[in-house]
């Protein structure tokens, strides 16, 4: 039976889904597909001395709050082919938690780059978590230059 591994991080989904297509690029996954668009990505890792083929992991992002979100991430040892896989050994959660660290650091970098504004209505906040999105999505390669352009003037429109 597959294990999930559940992180909480305070940030909107939206930024938390972004920062997590990120590192999982940072560390040179292979994205194999994304289920939702906005929430959730499976990648491969690739071989290692645990397992030939990698692991197959999911990523998704979930909200608990406005401003709070968790991480949800599970997998399976990939199979490609026939050949026999060597054993994981821990591998999936060595993989969930080095991604929810990564993740929590570029979160962290954000933040203190960014700077502090109270959570009302009239501080944008949905805007630049819709923006930030868009930004993901582009870098993710789930929307193309031009698309990219066009969704972000209609949100500045």
Do not use: C
């Not at 990505?41 to 001395?49: H, L, R, Y």
């Not at 960014?114 to 868009?134: I, Q």
């Amino acid at each position: 039976m597959a294990r999930t591994y559940e992180f909480e991080f305070d940030a909107p989904p939206e930024q938390l889904f972004t920062e997590t297509v990120s590192a999982v690029t940072a560390l040179g996954f292979s994205i194999l597909h994304n289920e939702d668009a906005a929430t959730s990505i499976t990648f491969n890792t690739g071989p290692s001395i645990w397992s030939t083929a990698g692991q197959d992991m999911t990523a998704t992002a979930l909200a608990l709050s406005p401003f709070s979100s968790k991480l949800v991430v599970s997998g399976k040892t990939a199979q490609r082919g026939r050949e026999a896989q060597y054993a994981s050994w821990g591998e999936r959660g060595r993989i969930a938690k080095g991604l929810a660290t990564r993740v929590r650091g570029a979160l962290t970098d954000s933040t203190a780059a960014a700077p502090a504004a109270p959570h009302d209505a009239s501080d944008g906040s949905a805007f630049v978590a819709e923006l930030a999105t868009l930004a993901g999505l582009h870098r993710f390669g789930a929307l193309t230059d031009e698309e990219y352009v066009r969704a972000k003037q209609r949100l500045l429109g």
